[in-house]
């Protein structure tokens, strides 16, 4: 254990963001406030992964085997939005303007560091797909190579079923400067242009 | 309790400098990472606060009765330098321009806020400098009108003795934190300190 104050720095400066500088600050301000604060974040974290399942359905996080939005009979079962991790789906979430359900797969296809359909929760996807009698799948991973790669295994594996495979658009960012813009992003704006 | 993963941002966003976005993302980063860290990270919290002793001699942190520094008999034990808080005390030490002992305050005077001389350790600091036969006192308080007013205040309690007090010069910017000052300025503030 050791010195117990450069313990806890240590701990802190692991979280993402957080430098040694800003590690000390924390393990201080914790030392200097209320016993019950440290007692408190400390259980919340010792208990989160115990707390925390994985949605049977949708592998979203939640407190029961079926996590709020799945158990929602108000959602339209009949969407389905698949996204990287939950912080997109809460991104999403957010932005007040999708009714579906979600598929979350916590991870990208990545070849290069092992990570291939088997680690992803394809399979599932595809099964759900034929068991729930979705009509539309919303690819929602992120607009990067593995993001990208990982939406066309996924459309090619539905490719033999009816659903729909979508992909979210990719353009210009509200309130964008073009100048600013990289040449990716322009390009891809320009090539998915909608009628006005 | 209610939702875990909301309990554990509300309690990360009370952290300084940490915002309700930064505290989801601390949070999800948990939930991603290996069990084994949330672990040591809640046992660390849960602990630190009796794990973490206040030096019997100058507040210090430490875990023992005494401090590493005062315990240490390679420090000057004539010169005692007066701090508000341990991280003003971890920055000195940093500097490296300090062999002296400390005196760790924990505060500064603040009489509206009900922060009078007999909340700090005060008495302590003259009792000290008569059992430890101290020959000066750096007074290392802040450059705010709180940290100055504790610096005269020092200066007037201990006028009646022989032990010459001294402040740190000026090279910290007004209103300026020791916590977060660099080394050079921290080394010339020292370096610079003029008799009271």
Redesign the interface.
Known sequence: ?G???A??VT??A????VGER?A??????????E?E?????????????E??RRCERCNN?G?EAICAICADPRRDALTLCVVA???DL?AIERSGTFRGRYHVL?GLLAPLEGIGPAELPLDALVDRVRAEGVAEIIVATPLSVEGEATALYIAEALAHTSVKVTRIASGVPHGGELEFTDQVTLGRALEGRRTL
Chains 1, 2 share one sequence.
């Open positions: 254990m010195d117990p104050i313990n806890l701990l802190f692991r979280l993402p963001g800003t000390t600050r924390l393990a201080f301000f914790v030392l200097g406030a016993r604060y440290a007692l408190a974040l400390g259980d919340a974290l010792t208990h989160i992964h707390r925390v996080y407190a991790r939950v912080p809460v916590h």
